[in-house]
């Protein structure tokens, strides 16, 4: 079992700027404290957890809330978030909000009344009761989409961009009437992969406003967004779908509509799952670093933790569109 001088001397530090990297303390030069934690992890050491966080009069759980834990991308930041947070001996606590500020404010409630030493959240659409986090003083991270009117630490992928790329693509390949399938109004991602995909038909000088659908982030919602849109007299020959839940969805109105991805109707859809590469033809996609989302949010929740007076902070990841048979002719 690796000892905290073991961490020292694979991250070419001291024990002692080890143990206070570990323990989230700001005095640490942060270049020193990435390495320190990353030689944790690599080495897979173990601190004393219930010990220290006795010495420090604190919970040992953070808590997560998702908006959709049937959805890979959010398991993945999961993964990252937990994986960080273990290398610090601190748990984490998975709360699926499935988009209903209701159920997140009764997990916000939970983390309130269990005292958890942070919160990292994808807040539905008004998150209200995050703000209580907020006010009290409780650490907090954001991640895939901003609080609503909150300064925190926020973790997002530039999908306005990506969106806008993976029209470019449709459009390149020769797709005439692109369609846009994507999430709810007043949800950050949603929003953004539409305007994404507006910015593309505008350079391209295309119209879109018959080809749009907006519906739940679900396969069941795409089908019949999907189905509604083929069954137009002027039905597009290409589709932006905005996840890989709805992306099953389009796929089965395709098949009922007797047509096939590609050759009659060229599909994107955002997320790389493990299906994409298996279905025929394989599925494009706009690959989002999800689990790097995590180990991000989680880090900075932990430097929010030791410093709750710092400056709020906003990263912005970049996402890779990855060209496969769906969105070639």
């Known amino acids: 079992m690796a000892t905290i001088s073991d961490v020292a001397a694979r991250a070419g530090v001291s024990t002692a700027t080890v143990s206070r990297a570990l323990n989230g303390k700001s005095t640490v030069d942060p270049t020193l404290a990435a390495r320190a934690l990353e030689a944790a992890r690599e080495l897979g050491y173990q601190p004393n957890g219930p010990a220290r966080n006795l010495r420090r009069q604190e919970a040992a759980v953070v808590a997560l809330i998702i908006s959709d834990v049937e959805n890979p991308f959010f398991t993945a930041i999961a993964r990252g978030v937990e ?24 997990y916000v409630d939970v983390a309130i009344q269990e005292r958890a030493a ?41 999908t306005r961009a990506a969106a806008r790329q993976a029209t470019t693509h449709l459009i390149e390949q020769g797709y005439a009437r692109v369609g846009c399938v994507t999430g709810p109004p007043g949800v950050r991602t949603a929003d953004d992969r539409l305007a994404g995909y507006r910015d593309a038909l505008k350079a391209g000088k295309r119209g879109s406003a018959r080809l749009v659908r907006r519906t739940e982030f679900k396969s069941a919602g795409a089908e ?40 009659d109707v060229g599909i994107v859809a955002f997320d790389d799952v493990p299906w994409a590469g298996l279905v025929d033809p394989p599925l494009t996609v706009v690959t989002q670093p999800a689990y790097e989302i995590g180990t991000v949010a989680a880090q900075l929740l932990l430097a929010r933790m030791a410093d709750n007076t710092r400056a709020a902070t906003t990263t912005t990841l970049g996402a890779r569109l990855i060209e496969r048979g769906s969105s070639h002719r």
Request: with cysteine; hydrophobic share 40%; glycine share 6%.
């Open 118 to 158: 942070g919160v990292i959240v994808s807040p539905t659409a008004t998150a209200t009761s995050v703000h209580a986090l907020v006010q009290r003083g409780t650490p907090v991270v954001a991640v895939d989409r901003p609080l609503p009117d909150r300064e925190t630490d926020t973790v997002l992928v530039d």
């Open 83 to 106: 994986d960080v947070a273990h290398t610090v001996g601190l748990s984490v606590v998975l709360c699926n909000s499935d988009e209903d500020a209701e159920k997140e404010r009764r």
């Open 224 to 263: 019949k967004a999907a189905t509604d849109l083929l069954g137009q007299d002027d039905r597009p020959d290409a589709l932006l779908v905005a996840n890989s839940a709805m992306a099953m969805g389009v796929l089965t109105a395709l098949r009922s509509h007797g047509l096939r991805a590609g050759r």
